[in-house]
């Protein structure tokens, strides 16, 4: 997300940023709670009343971490960069599987994932690969569309055969 | 004792082939929907009601039941290996299991919590089969303030001193409960912080937050230690169960502390839920091992396990005799019984006899019956985790789609999951306690609402709080519970003349 | 005209054999039940039981899939079937949220936006007092509450800004006093709560109610509606629900069904729509609907067609001027 680049990041930055991001979650709260009012009526607490207290509370803790995170001097470094480079070699792949799940729906989508994923990472021949990645979305589908009559998301190629 | 010859009776009704069957049958779905994240109890036995239509009454809920105690003991499994909680009331089991596991200590982690659901449950079906009348009564003086009350107590017994930054622990509860608060807001019909979108009316579900924070995050801490899970050199002893069961008489008082909360909670009903960290919460104040919770304590596993299985087992009792649900499982189950054409009710006691006593006789049944089963099991979960990473991990990631999108239907849903994932890890790379943050997310609504119905019946007065006894030595109760980490080390310092260990207190996450 | 003959035909059939008849337009894959309400529920009952008549019976080649979809008072629910415009194989079963959900939240949503198809049936409202209290009639209550302060009595219901409330406000009109409404999650809280001694009624539907009625807990004052309720047979020791007096006759002028109606996704054919229409009068003519309607005292009018669309275009007209007196309407 917000830490692309594969060089050393210090802790305090990421400690900064994600301190903002609350802050900026707290502004939303109060705002919103403020439209819909945030007093005290006659007969107790407004819809936004709570929601208000919560906002203001989170604003002060991240206000809080912010001015922690910038007065310190020294940093220890976030994450390395081999390390990082692992963490994105998960992530990537599974944010672009959710994505494809718009497309294509769970079964194809998983099926893909899972060959992708065993093949980067397993170094697993071909019929082992193909076997997990037929066999868990196959399981899947019997499981929810056949059995418990639960529908996944799913694309064009189970539009073809009628589901 | 009548209520022992209607027992026997009711053994004679639940004891045939067919019965039997079905409960096996049941238990063995319900495990598998316990083990899928997401397919909780609740939408389990709801998907599968219509199919019990044709067969009797008795032998439906009997199979019905089952699935909701096979879930029950199914959460605590990906809990355990994954620190992926497989139902809302295993996560805190995931606090102690989970570390457990990475220790090699699987097999040990997955009895314990299976035997101590166990426990849980047999106490509680021995409460609804003794006591059903008067506990009914009990249940009956809850009213709003009551509510709150005890979703104060849960709250106050858990959250105490973590070694977490106190900013961090107030900014990762708050940001709980602003989640929370998203959606329509129950009080006043109106829409709360969902800014026009239609995807935020649903506001966000504690599970699809918790299969990320704790699902996904954990995936992500894994891979940048490298592709491999740490509890994978595990050696598999066939004969776990026994040691383990040797070691279990130990820790009663923990046990018998669990059961009794989630007696309390299942019946009032403040659900399971909230019964297990509740039940975490207090074990670790009153545990001599206490500062130890977080580390894969044996204890951490027992207590939200008896409590979440008592809870889970005796929500069917003010279910039965007043037809308020204590849990959204017994709520679904509610509606088969009016389908199935019963009035539960006061009633259902006098008229249904054999429906009744068949029901209660088969939860002694099925809960031996499960745990037979589940227990059999342990072996092979346990060797799970020594299948590769690299094919593990993409499995996970989708059932926990697929778990993320049947919470609601909803795909957006997977996307927050992700987002919740990466949240997760950096939350835990910089030293936020997720444990309150998932409390207050679970507990926030609940609490709010109750807070407020409170506030309408008395017009806005707070004297509703203290306003009887039950309500005010609740939330005395509940105060006792917030200061008690101050108190018992004050203590502590007085006794060993100034040796505090407060600052040793480990985090619970 | 071919079409019509077929459907002549396709009733015939029905008649002469009573299995499957051939349809101009058939399911050609697994039909999502929308249901915009959680699990639990009185329409989800409703829903999971049609499910499972459907089932038992074999009405349908395919099958017939449960969805709930709640969020934002059953918004999510209605929007997703508004936004699947020309899909066949989605219903959608309704409650009184389909009028007051957007009045009351805004969401952009009309019941125009969906195709009628039919109504299965109407749910009654009764008004319920503990039995322990000394309110023996609704004109004892009515008179009490004229007697008694703003906000002294205090109504519990499901839902805010919903059916419940609206009859709440509807009431303290006729009373001439404000009644204090509290909100919960579901009818059975609802009853329990009164029960309990926690307030002093409530308006629950029957089914709700009526396992604390025979057990002599809550007591029925009156019913919403025009004429008694048809149900003669005993529910109590003493009692049946067409003893229970209209709230008209006690001087409550207040009258109050809820919808209990399917309806579909714009831009469907009539055939599609005749499929369902037909799928739903043969459910109705099965016995375990009729002892369903009976358990939970339902109204059982079935209206199609524009019988149907007219009826709710008439409730939507009642439900804008009670939530606009009652101060209920988004801004």
Request: net charge neutral.
């Amino acid at each position: 997300m917000t830490e692309k680049e594969p060089a050393a990041i210090s802790t305090r930055a990421i400690e900064i940023i994600v301190a903002l991001m609350l802050l900026s979650v707290a502004v939303l709260v109060i705002y919103d709670s403020k439209r819909i009012g945030a007093g005290w009526a006659a007969d107790g607490p407004e819809a936004g009343y709570f929601p208000f207290y919560i906002g203001a509370l989170l604003g002060v803790a991240s206000i809080w971490i912010l001015l922690q995170a910038m007065l310190q001097k020294t940093s220890p470094v976030f994450v390395a960069p081999d390390r990082f480079q692992r963490v994105l070699a998960v992530f990537i792949p599974t944010a672009l599987y959710i994505a494809t799940i718009y497309f294509i729906g769970i079964y194809l989508a998983s099926a893909f994932f899972l060959a992708l994923f065993m093949r980067r990472h397993g170094k697993f021949g071909w019929r082992k690969m193909l076997a997990v990645s037929v066999l868990v979305p196959g399981i899947l589908f019997l499981l929810f569309e056949v059995w418990f009559l639960v529908p996944l998301p799913k694309g064009p190629l189970e539009n073809l055969f009628g589901y | 004792m009548e209520e022992f010859s209607n027992l026997l009776h009711g053994f004679a009704i639940a004891l045939t082939w067919q019965n039997l069957m079905f409960m096996f049958v049941g238990i063995l779905l319900g495990v598998l929907i316990g083990v899928l994240p997401g397919l909780g109890g609740a939408n389990g036995v709801a998907i599968l009601l219509p199919l019990t239509f044709s067969m009797p009454p008795t032998s439906a809920i009997i199979m019905l039941s089952c699935i909701y105690w096979g879930a029950l003991f199914g959460g605590a499994i990906t809990s355990i290996l994954f620190n992926i909680p497989g139902e809302p009331w295993s996560v805190a089991t995931t606090f102690d299991g989970y570390p457990m596991a990475q220790q090699g200590r699987a097999g040990e982690a997955l009895t314990a919590a299976f035997t101590s659901s166990f426990v849980g449950a047999l106490f509680a079906v021995i409460v609804i089969t003794f006591l059903a009348p008067l506990v009914a009564r009990f249940a009956l003086r809850f009213g709003p303030a009551e509510f709150f009350a005890v979703q104060l107590l849960t709250f106050c017994s858990f959250v105490g001193l973590a070694r977490s930054a106190p900013a961090k622990t107030i900014a990762a509860m708050m940001l709980g409960f602003a989640l929370a608060s998203v959606g329509l807001d129950t009080v006043t019909g109106t829409l709360r912080m969902t800014f026009g979108s239609t995807e935020l009316l649903r506001g966000f579900d504690f599970l699809i937050a918790v299969i990320g924070l704790f699902g996904i995050g954990e995936i992500l801490l894994t891979m940048e230690e490298g592709l491999a899970f740490k509890g994978v050199r595990a050696r598999i002893n066939p004969k776990v169960v026994l040691h383990t069961w040797a070691q279990l008489p130990k820790y009663w008082m923990t046990a018998l502390r669990g059961t009794l909360i989630g007696c309390w909670m299942g019946i009032t009903p403040g659900g399971a839920t909230p019964a297990s960290f509740m039940s975490y919460g207090v074990a670790k104040r009153l545990s001599r091992d206490g500062h130890k919770f977080g580390t894969g304590q044996i204890e951490g596993v027992i207590a939200p396990e008896t409590a979440a299985h008592a809870a889970g087992t005796s929500a069917l009792l003010p279910m039965l005799t007043l037809g308020i649900p204590g849990s959204p499982t017994a709520a679904v189950l509610l509606g088969g019984l009016l389908i199935w054409g019963l009035q539960p009710g006061p009633l259902l006691f006098v008229e249904q006899k054999d429906f009744v006593w068949g029901l209660i006789a088969s939860m002694y049944l099925a809960n031996i019956v499960g745990l037979a089963i589940v227990l059999t099991t342990v072996p092979w979960w346990a060797a799970i985790l020594r299948v590769p990473f690299s094919i593990i991990a993409p499995i996970i990631v989708v059932i926990c789609s697929v778990g993320a999108f049947t919470v609601h239907n909803a795909l957006f849903d997977v996307a927050l999951m992700l987002v919740f994932g990466v949240v997760g890890y950096l939350f835990k790379k910089l030293d936020y306690p997720l444990a309150p943050m998932v409390l207050a997310l679970v507990l926030g609504d609940l609490a709010e609402s109750s807070f407020r119905q409170a506030m309408l019946l008395s017009q806005g007065s707070m004297t509703i709080f203290w306003a009887n006894g039950l309500v005010g030595g609740i939330v005395a109760l509940a105060l006792l519970m917030l200061v008690w980490p101050l108190l018992s080390g004050f203590l502590a310092k007085f006794r060993r003349g100034g040796d505090a260990h407060l600052a040793n207190e480990r985090p619970i996450e | 005209m071919f079409i019509k003959l077929i459907t002549t035909l396709g009733a015939a059939a029905l008649i002469a054999l009573s299995s499957a008849p051939a349809y101009a337009w058939e399911p050609t894959k697994s039909v999502e039940f929308v249901v915009p309400a959680g699990t639990g529920g009185g329409a989800d009952q409703m829903a999971r039981l049609i499910q499972g008549m459907i089932i038992k019976h074999d009405l349908m080649k395919q099958p017939m899939v449960v969805v709930n979809k709640s969020g934002g008072a059953g918004a999510e629910g209605f929007l997703d079937v508004k936004g699947a415009k020309g899909n066949p194989h989605k219903i959608i079963i309704t409650l009184s949220n389909l009028f007051t959900t957007p009045l009351a939240t805004g969401v952009p949503f009309n019941w125009t936006d969906l195709t009628p198809v039919a109504m299965l049936a109407l749910d009654e409202f009764v008004l319920w007092v503990n039995a322990d209290s000394p309110y023996k009639s609704a004109k004892d209550y009515l008179d009490a509450v004229k007697a008694g302060d703003d906000n002294q009595f205090k109504m519990a219901g499901t839902g805010s800004k919903q059916e419940d409330h609206i009859i709440t406000v509807a009431l303290g009109k006729a009373a001439g006093k404000k009644l204090t409404y509290v909100p919960f999650k579901g009818g059975g809280d609802v009853a329990v709560q009164l029960v309990g001694g926690h307030v002093n009624s409530t308006v629950n539907n029957p089914i709700e109610a009526v396992a604390h009625w025979r057990a002599g807990k809550l007591r029925p004052l009156c019913v919403f509606d025009d004429k008694p309720l048809p149900y003669k047979t005993r529910v109590t020791d003493t009692m049946a629900w067409s003893d229970i007096p209209t709230c008209r006759q006690s001087g409550i002028d207040v009258d109050y069904l809820m919808l209990r109606g399917i309806f579909m996704a714009p831009g469907v054919t009539p055939e599609q729509v005749n499929y369902y229409v037909d799928l739903f009068r043969r459910v109705r003519a099965l016995p375990e609907w009729q002892e369903f309607m009976e358990k939970g005292a339902f109204n059982p009018t079935f209206l199609v067609g524009n019988e149907y669309s007219d009826w709710a275009r008439k409730a939507e007209g009642t439900h804008k001027s009670l939530m606009q007196e009652a101060g209920f309407i988004a801004k």
